[in-house]
């Protein structure tokens, strides 16, 4: 996806959303739809799962990084994918995970360069990381997005969206459609999302988690 950044670990600092109990706890492994955006209420660039946090009360930590994948490393082939990304194996129990990624699942990295790959690929990469997922954290309530996907290299969102949802359905996660969200009108650049595909990412997400 777009220009590449580093890994975001961003740890909710607490404040308004700290209450006197045990604060519920929401970890978030994405790519750019999730590291580019901010954690600031009312900003153009507050993050989708920032609005689900102040939504439901959780403290978000997001471990996330701009061009990354189930199989793909992101910071232009130079840095981690889902599976080898520091720390997310690591975390304290959390209450909820939400897994948003997939879009640059459609290439893998030779050196530096971007080949296609076959969906089957894919389907492998994402089974294996959220069977992992399952295993380390069994009491999280496991939500896993279909990838946002903007208007640009609409050929590959079919084949990527059945592997991650087939992978979700095999490791029993809930799975998220993000069918009509990110249209051309909210995503400035074709792939990431404006502050009102931000948004409308943040109204599914919240629509599964309200659901018992």
Known sequence: MAAAVGVALLVGSGGDRATAGATPTMLVIGDSISANYLDEPGSPLQAWWSLVADELGYEPTVLAEAGSGYQRPGAGCRGSSFPNRPGVFAQPPPTVIVVEGGRNDWARCDGLDLVPVPSGDVLVAADT????????????????????????????????????????????????????????????????????????????????????
């Not at 896993?144 to 991650?164: C, F, I, K, M, N």
């Not at 095999?170 to 948004?199: I, K, Q, Y």
């Open 129 to 212: 990381f959220l069977r992992t997922l399952t295993e380390t954290y069994p009491d999280a309530r496991i939500v896993v997005l279909a990838p946002p996907w903007g208007p640009l290299q609409q050929q590959y969102v079919d084949r990527v969206t059945e592997a991650v949802e087939t992978a979700a359905e095999r490791n029993g996660c809930e799975f998220v459609r993000m069918d009509g969200v990110l249209t051309a009108g909210r995503t400035p650049d074709g792939v990431h999302p404006d502050v009102n595909g931000s948004r409308a990412i943040a109204e599914k997400v919240l629509t599964a988690l309200q659901q018992p």
